[in-house]
């Protein structure tokens, strides 16, 4: 499955991959991705597809699909929806899926990353995966000269109080969906709709906004995908 257009600046690419030798059978690689704009409800009944064969079949690769979003609100499976102000006023569709974590947008600019992984492979340590995929993106971003960091207690990546990448997965008999959500360039106006991940005052951002350059959403999965197959031994030692 494929998409089509993406943003902010034209640049046709494919994400790179990194392999590791076939006698490695208990460590395969990660098969990489670029699905280009799709909307989110092809995205979620293709990581639910993958997420089912996975179950059945353990020799199938991990993957991490890459792509954007046409606008769309989401949010967790919680109570607590306070953090959407209401949902009538939302000037895009929203979803509620089976992820942790409160009211998000999703939309063109936006780099969005669908790791499918075994964690049994991985310790079934769901605390370290959330780590190893913030340390995926803060070494992404340092390879575009962006320092960004963790925060005590907040998921998710930022620069000093501003964020600028939000992560929530999902996991089903240790295999996860859903992912990260890389602010790469364009509109950040819709997060102004909601409380961004529950957090008040939050202020996002994007590459864009933080250096004054332009970036290709398709450039910046290549060097994502490239970080993320040279990684993923890390993610599997223990």
């Known amino acids: 499955m494929n998409g089509g257009a993406n943003s902010c600046e034209p640049m046709a690419q494919t994400v790179s991959r990194k392999t590791e030798p076939a ?26 597809e993958i997420v089912a064969t996975k179950r059945e079949d353990r020799s199938h690769p991990d993957e991490l699909l890459l792509l954007e979003h046409e606008p769309v609100y989401t949010i967790g499976r919680t109570p607590d929806q306070s953090s959407l102000l209401g949902s009538a006023h939302l000037p895009h569709p929203l979803f509620a899926i089976n992820r942790g974590g409160q009211a998000t947008y999703h ?51 930022w620069i000093d109080d501003r964020k600028i990448a939000s992560i929530g997965v999902g996991v089903r008999h240790w295999i996860t969906m859903h992912g990260f959500a890389l602010n790469v360039c ?10 961004p991940c529950g957090i008040d005052n939050v202020a996002m951002t994007s590459m864009e906004k933080e250096t004054g350059r332009a970036f290709s959403v398709a450039g ?15 993610l599997r030692m223990g």
């Open 107 to 157: 939309g063109p600019g936006q780099l969005m990353g669908y790791p499918i992984i075994d964690l049994r492979r991985c310790g079934q340590d769901l605390h370290r995966y959330l780590r190893w995929l913030e340390q995926l993106l803060i070494e992404m971003l340092a390879q575009y000269e962006i320092a960004a960091s963790q925060r005590a207690s907040l998921t998710g990546v």
């Open 220 to 234: 910046v999965a290549t060097a994502v995908g490239a970080t993320a197959s040279e990684r993923i031994s890390d």
């Open 186 to 195: 364009g509109d950040l106006s819709p997060f102004n709709q909601i409380v």
């Open 23 to 48: 006698s490695q059978e208990l460590r395969p690689p990660l098969h990489v991705r670029w699905l280009g704009r799709m909307g989110f409800d092809n995205a979620l009944a293709l990581q639910e």
